[in-house]
């Protein structure tokens, strides 16, 4: 009977511990509650807190008493002068193993002898157990008897439940901690943040503001706290909507604005506005919404894109002038050149008659003369007319099977006059199997004529000339090749521009305009072949123009 009725009390003691470890914050206040309790349910006069020294090295007595301390003179003075490391004493072992420790006399007790040295403390029972917390043993409550008392473990089972609940007061008062650090630590980021941070309540007034905010807007934090941001920051003409996209949130849960990288127009100080990137969130704060937000200022990127789209718009304009004036300088080619082209035929032509007739030998130099530099005027002219055609997209490709050796022969022929008065031969090869290319023929014999007229220009009397034709991964490569001046490397690669020449040609005076390898260089292109060029300075060049093989009929 007795045995159930302390077994209640300790049961309605553990609630009683559990109510109090509930509703404080504060570790001694309730251990100190704990002490007294126990003593009264236990019937044991003296209780006592160790909690950990200030350096966390070893346990001290925290000073806290329950029961007549002062009938104990001895007890009280050891207690407070040793330093309970663990497994000294009885709290040193509680703190070692975590464990509740019973000892039946202090006086007979391996724990306490030493420290007692042989002395009487007047107490002779003892028990003590830890307050766990999630970081270790909080605290140790120490409890004394003047008798010798047996191990009692029905009573030391609810003293460790005891210490597992007020152990929730420790952990509850380092979670307050780690949550006051976590906010400092945030507070700091978000003062040292270059982005202007500001937060509002639900309603909108500001509840945060930060440095960068203070510099961006030219209005400190106090003058900010409390106001509503969207009568300060927010331009008049968009204060509504701002007002009313917050009440929608609110409202439906629904945001077009949460969450996005946004960019608005905010309010100086000084009245001037000026363009944001801005991200706003919400959170739930103590059962109320809150709104955050980064602010960057944006004037300098905006800066430099309207610089980039000035530059950009002065640019098309310039190029639009350009295209205008080529097209301008086209059209006159063009004209020109028809000009040209009648009152040329008209020359030849009469030239060609009187070259018949009877004529003194120095009379017939003369006019042999001006059929040669008729002929090249013409040349001139029908390049100059390709030229403004070309330019004007107009290259129709009259593409058909076109033999290879007599549009080669054609070719040779046109530039025959002007390989006999320089004393060059020109030798046609074709390999076996060569037959038909798919080409326009005029556009062909003039592409390859142009080659002769070059090889001949730029190689010296008497050197050997060849044409070859060879078939090529289903095209037909037509190659010139002369023993020429040749091209250095660094102008090899633009001689097929328009207008280019080579500094040999505009040193030595050659005849010529720069428009041959170009007409070359199209005409192979718009074929769906290539043209391209070798050459060995001093000793001579080969142009290649590669043409499809027309399949024989
Ligand atoms: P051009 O009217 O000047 O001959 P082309 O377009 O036919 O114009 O040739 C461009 C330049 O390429 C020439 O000025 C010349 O310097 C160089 N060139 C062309 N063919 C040869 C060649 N067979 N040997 C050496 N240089 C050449």
């Keep these: 009977m007795a045995g159930t009725r302390r077994e209640m009390a300790l049961v309605a003691l553990l609630d009683d511990i559990t109510a109090v470890a509930a509703a404080t914050d504060d570790l001694e206040e309730a251990c100190r509650a704990a002490l007294s309790a126990v003593c009264e349910v236990t019937g044991w006069p003296l209780g006592h807190l160790g909690v950990p020294a200030a350096d966390g090295q070893a346990f001290v007595s925290s000073g806290v008493w329950v029961g007549p301390i002062e009938r104990f003179p001895l007890l009280h003075q050891i207690a407070t002068a040793i330093r309970f490391a663990p497994g000294t004493g009885i709290i040193g072992q509680v703190v070692a193993t975590g464990q509740p420790v019973w000892s039946r006399d202090l006086t007979a007790d391996a724990l306490a002898v030493r420290l007692l040295g042989g002395r009487d403390p007047g107490v002779r029972a003892a028990f003590a157990f830890p307050v766990i917390a999630v970081d270790g043993v909080a605290a140790v409550l120490q409890f004394f008897a003047e008798q010798v008392i047996a191990r009692d473990e029905p009573l030391l089972r609810v003293m460790g439940a005891i210490g597992y609940q007020l152990g929730r007061v420790a952990d509850r008062r380092t979670l307050r901690a780690a949550v006051h650090d976590s906010r400092a630590r945030l507070q700091q980021i978000v003062d040292a943040s270059v982005e202007a941070f500001i937060s509002t309540d639900a309603a909108g007034h500001i509840t945060e503001w930060n440095a960068a905010a203070t510099r961006m807007f030219g209005r400190s934090r106090t003058q900010m706290l409390g106001h509503l941001v969207h009568e300060t920051i927010v331009p008049e003409r968009y204060r509504r909507a701002d007002e009313a996209g917050r009440a929608r949130f609110l409202a439906t849960g629904q945001s077009k604005v949460l969450g996005r990288r946004l960019e608005l127009t905010a309010l100086h100080a000084d009245g001037s506005e000026f363009p944001i990137e801005i991200v706003v969130w919400a959170s739930r704060e103590a059962e109320a919404w809150a709104f955050h937000a980064f602010v960057h200022d944006i004037t300098e990127r905006r800066r430099a894109e309207q610089a980039l789209r000035q530059a950009y718009a002065a640019e098309q304009a310039t190029v639009a002038r350009l295209k205008e004036l080529d097209a301008a ?102 390999d076996d199997g060569v037959q038909q290319v798919s080409a326009d023929h005029d556009l062909l014999v003039r592409a390859i004529s142009a080659l002769l007229s070059n090889a001949v220009k730029y190689s010296p009397i008497d050197t050997p000339i060849t044409v070859h034709a060879s078939a090529q991964d289903g095209q037909v490569a037509i190659a010139v090749t002369d023993h020429g001046v040749g091209i250095t490397a660094e102008e090899l690669p633009q001689v097929f521009e328009r207008f280019y020449r080579t500094a040999y040609a505009y040193d030595n005076a050659i005849q010529g305009v720069g428009l041959g390898l170009w007409l070359v260089k199209t005409i192979a292109e718009a074929h769906g072949g290539t043209a391209t060029a070798t050459s060995t300075p001093g000793r001579g060049s080969t142009f290649t123009v590669c043409l499809p093989v027309a399949e024989a009929a």
Excluded: C, W
Excluded at 369 to 386: F, I, K, P
């Design 329 to 430: 300088k086209d059209a006159f080619i063009a004209t020109i050149s028809h000009e040209l082209r009648t009152p040329l035929t008209t020359l030849s032509g009469y030239l060609e008659l009187l070259g018949e007739g009877e004529a003194e030998p120095a009379q017939q130099r003369m006019l042999q003369a001006m059929t040669r530099n008729t002929a090249r005027l013409q040349n001139l002219v029908e390049d100059l007319l390709a030229v403004s055609t070309l330019a004007a997209g107009e290259l129709r490709v009259n593409a058909q099977a076109v033999p290879v050796r007599p549009a080669l022969e054609e070719a040779v022929h046109a530039t025959s006059a002007q390989a006999r008065s320089s004393g060059h031969h020109i030798e046609v090869t074709i």
